[in-house]
């Protein structure tokens, strides 16, 4: 097996330290930076002449900065890959120039559906907070829609189900797998209007709620988003969430700024919940069999 020359982790990775340890048999030579590049051009300067580049979600390796390192051949994405238009680098511009990006997928949704039937439960129960119902509800009969059937979508649903929710969803086309399971598909204006409680698990950068969609919802509602970057249009949603409904994000980037993290009506806990010692470990795993594969090829 082929290795490289130079391999950059231009920021922190979340990789366990035995896997980085292993990044030696990969390439001659190895960087790891422990912290995060605070501009385009010194983004660049940490890639400098690699031929081989490792990057987590937090930092952008856009056409430009790719354009400044003619060397570099191979860029690993140790985070979530679903698309082109939610990654942050840029696949088109790699495409067209020689460079291979690889991603991962499916390392931490385990302990975001922990989050989600942690949070809903205490908010029905009224665990620290008034009783959502008025009296302390089980999740039971409760009707939940999804909005997007992907694995975290997927497994969110499973959830419900497993706890007697009535389950209904919206995504690209609809699942007959979900539909064998009892999960009703229905357009994204009625299944938000239908719900009591509405989780949002889409890709970075993907909004499908503006004003027609929060109107259509109505009132004392709960709304969670799973994703990494706001499913909303802010202003449709500040408006919603100013009116006796309530929304949970683990990040400040689900929540789409410190604003609006502090509403008095938004429970976010600056932490993302799939990010757990089981998380890393897959996310490990993947990587390295990202670049072997490569090397492979």
């Known amino acids: ?39 385009a051009d010194e983004t660049a300067a940490r890639i400098g002449d690699a031929d081989a580049a490792l990057v987590s979600f937090t930092t952008a390796i856009t056409a430009e900065i790719l354009a400044k390192c003619p060397c570099l051949k191979y860029v690993g994405m140790c985070c979530s890959l679903y698309s082109p238009e939610s990654a942050n680098v840029d696949i088109h511009y790699a495409d067209g120039h020689g460079i ?50 992907g694995k ?16 209904g969803y919206f ?19 009625e299944l938000v209007g239908w719900s009591d409680v509405i989780f949002c698990c889409l890709n970075r950068n993907t909004v499908l709620l503006h004003e027609k969609q929060f109107e259509l919802m109505g009132d004392h509602k709960i709304l969670f988003n799973t994703g990494l ?35 008095r009506h938004m429970h976010c806990m600056g932490v993302s919940s799939g990010l757990t010692k089981q998380s890393y470990e897959r996310l490990s795993q993947k990587v390295l069999a990202n670049i072997e594969n490569y090397l492979k090829d």
């Open 100 to 149: 291979t990006v690889t991603g991962i997928r499916d390392y931490g949704d385990e302990g975001v559906i922990e989050y989600v039937v942690s949070e809903l439960a205490r908010c029905l129960h009224g665990f620290g907070q008034p009783a959502w119902f008025g009296a302390p509800s089980e999740i039971t009969g409760l009707k939940a829609g999804v909005v997007g059937l």
């Open 229 to 263: 970057s706001p499913a909303w249009d802010e202003p449709a949603f500040e408006k919603w969430l100013d009116r006796d409904n309530i929304c949970f994000c683990d990040t400040t980037g689900a929540a789409g700024s410190e604003r609006m993290q502090s509403h």
């Open 1 to 39: 097996m082929r290795k490289f020359r130079k391999l950059v982790a231009i920021e922190p990775i979340k990789m366990i330290p035995e896997a980085i340890d292993s990044l030696g048999r990969y390439a001659d030579e190895v960087i790891i930076h422990s912290d995060m590049p605070q501009t």
């Open 171 to 189: 995504a690209r086309s609809q699942k007959p797998a979900a539909e064998a399971k009892g999960y009703r598909f229905m357009p994204l204006d």
């Open 152 to 167: 975290s979508g997927g497994m969110i649903a499973d959830a419900m189900k497993f706890f007697g929710a009535e389950v």
